[in-house]
C-alpha cells in the first residue's frame, strides 16, 4: 500500500511555515492518540503516521529532502544523510519520547521543566526566611547613633536535635521510595511522568525517629532579643542588613536575614530635610521691628545665638552652618535653617491699643510694602473705572 503523502497526513499545505506545521501535528497526535481511542484498532495506525511526517516534515534537511524526492529520499540511501525506511519506521514504533517532545511539552512542559521537585528540590536542608523588623526612633538617635534591643519572633535552631529534625540529632537516611532521587516516575500510556516523591517530599532523605520537639522540623518557633546598632544619620526609609539573623534553616540550612527598616519620629522642633534641619522661629513685632539676639536650641543639645536684623520679616531664614545631621555614608554635615515668624500680638490692654493706633498714624512712612501694595491697588482701581 502506498504512504500517503505527509503533508496530506498533517493536513497542511507544502507551503506551510514551520509553525504551522507544528501545530497541526500537536493537534493530529492529540486526537488519535492509541489511549483516546481504545476502541479504534486503526489509531494506533493513523497515530504513528502522523508521528513519521512530523519526525520528516520539522527537519529542515529532511523536509528538503522529501520536497524534492518525495517518499524515495528516505529509501534506498538518496536525500544525503536521511535516515533509511526500517529506521523511520522503528523510531515511529519506538522513541516516542524523541519524535513527539513538542507536544509533550505541551501537556506537561511546566511540570516536567521544574523536575517534579517540591520546594527543597534534593536537597535535604533550605534556607530560612528573611525577616523584616520596622524600627521607630528618636530624631536625636538618629543624629547621635543608638544601640537598641529588639525583640523578634523568629524560627531557631532546636537545640535537642541540633537541627537534623531526628531524635538525638541522628542523621537523615535515604528515602527508601525514590532511593534519594527525590521524584518517582509512573508510565502512562506512551509517557513517562516524573513527580515528587510523595514519601520525602522531593527532600531525598527521610527522618526516621523524628525530633518530638520540633516534630522533625529542625526548628522551632520562640522570641529572641537582638542588640543593634544604628548609624548616625539614618532616615525613614534606611534599611539595614544583619546577615543570618533571620528564620533558622530547614533542618540545619543556612538562616535568612534579618531586615530593619528604620523610621524616624517627628520632633516637636525641627523638622528634618535630607541633611538640613529647620526650626521655626517666633519673634515679637517689636523685636522683629527693633532687631534682636536670641538663643535657639540645635539637635545635639547646646545652644546657638542668633540676631533677628532690624526690620526682619516672617519667612526670613538664618542659617547656622554644620548644626544639621551627619551624613549616613560619609561627607559633611547638613545647616540648620532658623525660619523667622512675626507673631501679632494678641489679648491687648485698652492701653496697648491706644499705643498701637498711635504708632499706625506715626508709621505711615515706615511700611513700604503695603504702600507699594496699595499704591498698585489704586491705580488698579482709577483704570478700571
Known sequence: MAKRDFYEVLGVSRGASAEEI?????????????????????AEAAFKE?????????DDQKKAAYDRFGHAAFEGGMGGGGPGRGGARAHASGDFASAFSDVFDDLFGDFMRSGGAGPGGRGRAARGSDLRYNLRVTLEEAYRGAQKTITVPSAVTCSACGGTGAEGGAEPVVCPTCSGVGKVRAQQGFFTIERTCPTCGGAGQI???????CQGQGRIHRERQL????????????RIRLAGEGEAGLRGGPAGDLYLFIEVMEHPIFTRDG????????VSMTKAALGDKVEVPTIDGGRSLVTVPAGAQSGLQLRLRGKGMPALRGGPPGDMFVELFVETPVNLTPRQKELLREFERLSEENNPESSSFFG?????WERRG
Open 227 to 238: 542588640s543593634v546598632n544604628i548609624p548616625q544619620g539614618v532616615e525613614t526609609g534606611t
Open 50 to 58: 502522523v508521528n513519521e511526517a512530523y519526525d520528516v516534515l520539522k
Open 275 to 282: 541633611v538640613n534641619l529647620y526650626c521655626r522661629l517666633p
Open 376 to 380: 498698585k491697588v489704586k491705580g488698579f
Open 22 to 42: 507544528k501545530k497541526a501535528y500537536r493537534k493530529k497526535a492529540t486526537e488519535l492518540h492509541p489511549d483516546r481511542n481504545k476502541d479504534d484498532p486503526k
Open 207 to 213: 527522618v526516621k525517629n523524628p525530633c518530638k520537639v
